[in-house]
């Protein structure tokens, strides 16, 4: 069964950073794209940032600049830097990843884990 566990989140004041990281386990075959979403109270679960199995990337304007999304192929962890932080950063972040799971090709599936809140707040 393939998991996705999400680690790195916190409280921290505005103009701070954090380190969020997302490890994959299980039988997986492959990993194509992985991606963070975040979900405020008031709003839709929105695309923050997306990394390609080959290492492009793309982020929403609003964190373009500020946050970094990075992925270890060997480890099947993706990470995501957040720097500058702002209040209206504050939300549950989601990893998210297409995933091929088994021992052979079948087709991706899409995986979500848990979530980790960040709170931005002095």
């Known amino acids: 069964q393939v998991q996705l566990v999400e680690s790195g989140g916190g409280l921290v004041q505005p103009g701070g950073s954090l380190r969020l990281s997302c490890a994959a386990s299980g039988s997986i075959f492959s990993i194509g794209a992985m991606a963070w979403y975040r979900q405020d109270p008031k709003s839709v679960r929105e695309l923050v940032a997306v990394?390609?199995?080959?290492?492009?990337?793309n982020y929403s304007d609003s964190v373009k600049g500020r946050f970094t999304i990075s992925r270890d192929n060997a480890k099947n962890t993706v990470y995501l830097q957040m720097n500058s932080l702002k209040s209206e950063d504050t939300a549950v972040y989601y990893c998210?990843?297409?995933?091929?799971?088994?021992?052979?090709?079948?087709?991706?599936?899409?995986?979500w884990g848990h979530g980790t809140q960040v709170t931005v707040s002095s």
């Open positions: 990394i390609t199995s080959g290492g492009s990337t």
């Open positions: 998210n990843a297409k995933i091929t799971p088994g021992t052979w090709y079948r087709g991706e599936k899409d995986y």
